[in-house]
């Protein structure tokens, strides 16, 4: 069965997910069978079973069965054993990505709960959910919270890990997402420099966090309509992209298109949308037309266009983008 198990895996890897999920649930029928429901490899089959139908979109039955595997390990180790907080955030998981951001924060607030009696309030996987218990008050709204928890969590990290370690600088990127939610843009884009200059020290100018540091201090700095400081800063970071990735990687036309549309910003429409119109038909080609970074270029073409009056073109841009978002994101999406 083990090695049943593991076949599974290298199907999924693969991509034959439908072939993965067949061999994932006879293993937990056969364990069932023969161990009972209960034993944890039957209960670490069933949850094998519910990624593989997570990966085929089946959330809801995924959901299920992880509620069913937290019941049972809560009833055979207690709430605080490890097996029953992994199970309860994986549960949370499936909250959010049954797009259930209430039940997924309540769910998250209680594993952290837990976790902080189980491992003490400085655990690192105290600390872990209780970070993403923050980031959850952003989803619902309640900014203020997220906040003082995402900046208490960053405080935490500094003084248990360092100011230079991994999880400390994304702690400091999540606490400055949650300043610029609650309008505190000065605030957030003071955050976002800060880290970016640690990022290049730690990592070097060139690395792939490093560039995405620049690449989000300059949407700070477009919030605050600094229009030239990101223009150039765009400009280099497209430049680094293709030095890095190559001309035609989906980030590098990516960064190609928020470039132009800093442009337009600064009047140089005519220049920004022939730009755009480059950028959107290499992502197109190259990345598709669902991919993140195409929509996006879509949408900044789209307001260039209506900004030089070419609202024909515009509105038949827009009503394509619209189509697209809905076949990539679902009607209900934000």
């Known amino acids: ?184 843009c000065q605030e957030s884009a003071k955050l976002r420099l800060a880290l970016w200059e640690r990022q290049k020290k730690s990592l070097g100018e060139n690395s792939q966090e490093t560039l995405q540091c620049m690449e989000d201090y300059s949407r700070s700095l477009a919030k605050l309509s600094r229009w030239k400081e990101v223009a150039d800063l765009r400009l280099e970071l497209w430049r680094a992209r293709k030095s890095v990735l190559g001309e035609n990687h989906p980030h590098t036309l990516g960064s190609m298109a928020s470039y132009a549309a800093a442009l337009g910003q600064l009047g140089r429409a005519e220049e920004a949308v022939a730009l755009l119109h480059k950028a959107l038909g290499e992502l197109e080609e190259k990345a598709g037309l669902l991919h993140p970074d195409t929509l996006r270029a879509m949408g900044k073409h789209c307001q260039l266009l209506a900004e030089l009056g070419r609202n024909d073109e515009a509105c038949s841009l827009a009503q394509k983008l619209w189509e697209l978002r809905i076949k990539a994101l679902g009607e209900c999406h934000r």
């Open 1 to 184: 069965l083990t090695s049943m198990n593991n076949y599974s895996v290298w199907l999924g890897a693969l991509g034959k997910t439908e072939e993965a999920r067949d061999i994932r649930k006879k293993v937990w029928e056969v364990r069932q069978a023969t161990l009972g429901e209960q034993h944890p490899s039957t209960m670490r089959s069933m949850g094998n079973y519910s990624i593989a139908l997570g990966e085929l979109g089946r959330e809801e039955d995924a959901a299920e069965l992880r509620r069913r595997i937290w019941d049972v390990s809560k009833l055979n180790h207690g709430e605080q054993h490890p097996e029953s907080l992994s199970a309860l955030g994986n549960l949370s998981v499936s909250m959010v990505k049954l797009g259930k951001p209430r039940e997924a924060s309540d769910l998250k607030l209680k594993l952290w709960e837990l976790q902080k009696k189980a491992l003490g309030e400085e655990h690192q996987e105290t600390l872990r959910s209780m970070a993403d218990y923050g980031s959850s008050l952003l989803a619902v709204g309640r900014l203020e919270d997220a906040t003082a928890i995402l900046m208490k969590v960053w405080r935490l990290r500094q003084s248990t890990l360092g100011e230079d370690h991994r999880e400390t600088r994304r702690s400091m990127h999540n606490y400055a997402v949650s300043q610029e939610r609650l309008g505190n």
